[in-house]
């Protein structure tokens, strides 16, 4: 059985010659601070989703017609995980900041 990939059944994100091509302003946030910008915006956006599910679902409890139970439960979900993915983030920076600290110099 043959698996390999060539360039024309590889997904975009893995084709080089296709893949987008990121600027060294994209990666640093434009004039932003870097890491420090780009965790700060995606900190906020993380609080937004879970500000958005709160109101969802106080919008479902006090029987609002406009709002659907469905939307409040996508809504609660993508506020969940976007929580847990900052959580692992910030366990993975302690334990590299861990791991430099007890390096040997």
């Given at each position: 059985?043959?698996?390999?990939?060539?360039?024309?059944t590889m997904p975009t994100a893995v084709r080089p010659t296709l893949a987008?091509?990121?600027?060294s302003s994209q990666v640093t946030?434009?004039?932003?601070a870097g890491f420090s910008g780009?965790?700060?915006s995606a900190?906020?956006?993380?609080s937004a989703a879970q500000n958005e599910s709160g109101r969802l679902q106080r919008e479902v409890q006090l029987e609002n017609p406009k709002v659907s139970l469905e939307d409040t439960m996508v809504a609660i979900q993508k506020a969940q995980i976007?929580?847990?993915a900052t959580l692992h983030v910030r366990n993975r920076?302690?334990?590299?900041y861990?791991?430099?600290?007890?390096?040997?110099v």
């Amino acid at each position: 059985m043959d698996l390999r990939l060539t360039p024309n059944t590889m997904p975009t994100a893995v084709r080089p010659t296709l893949a987008p091509r990121i600027s060294s302003s994209q990666v640093t946030g434009g004039g932003d601070a870097g890491f420090s910008g780009a965790l700060k915006s995606a900190l906020s956006s993380v609080s937004a989703a879970q500000n958005e599910s709160g109101r969802l679902q106080r919008e479902v409890q006090l029987e609002n017609p406009k709002v659907s139970l469905e939307d409040t439960m996508v809504a609660i979900q993508k506020a969940q995980i976007g929580f847990q993915a900052t959580l692992h983030v910030r366990n993975r920076m302690v334990q590299a900041y861990t791991d430099i600290m007890n390096m040997q110099v």
